[in-house]
């Protein structure tokens, strides 16, 4: 009786985990991805680096979007950190990275900074990087078509 009702139970929980789909997260089939913000030092400042990316459709091409935003006062002066996002095709094997230097702001848009990122089709690894002391985000996933 005690082992019928402990295989009954670990039936409905192996049933209850393959509904939910757990264990099984892929890559991104969203449109976009996006990073957590990234806190960094700048270069007399500190600041969040804020990124996503999206698919450009057909062609194997992810748009990207950069941006850092101050979080402490600079007295009217700039504050720099050069960012990178490093990305790997994992089906292809293919890699790059844009990197540029970005200028702390106080709003998102009105100074980041657009890019492409050409991948190919498959499913894309990228990773946000600094080149200043930073806390680490996680890596994200996504398909392109």
Do not use: K
């Amino acid at each position: 009786m005690h082992i019928r009702r402990t295989a009954i139970g670990g039936t409905a929980v192996l049933a209850a985990v393959t509904a939910l789909g757990i264990g099984t997260a892929g890559p991104a089939t969203a449109a976009s991805a996006s990073f957590a913000t990234m806190t960094t030092m700048g270069s007399i400042c500190l600041g969040g680096v804020n990124s996503y990316v999206w698919n450009h459709g057909a062609g194997g091409v992810l748009g990207g979007q950069i941006a850092f935003d101050l979080w402490t006062p600079t007295l009217g002066q700039p504050c720099t950190v050069a960012v990178s996002v490093n990305w790997r095709n994992l089906d292809s094997g293919a890699n790059g990275a844009f990197t540029s230097v970005v200028t702390g702001n106080g709003s998102f848009e009105s100074r980041s900074q657009q890019f492409e990122l050409p991948t190919g089709p498959g499913r894309v690894s990228l990773s946000l990087t600094t080149d200043r002391p930073h806390i680490p985000v996680a890596d994200t996933e996504i398909s392109v078509p």
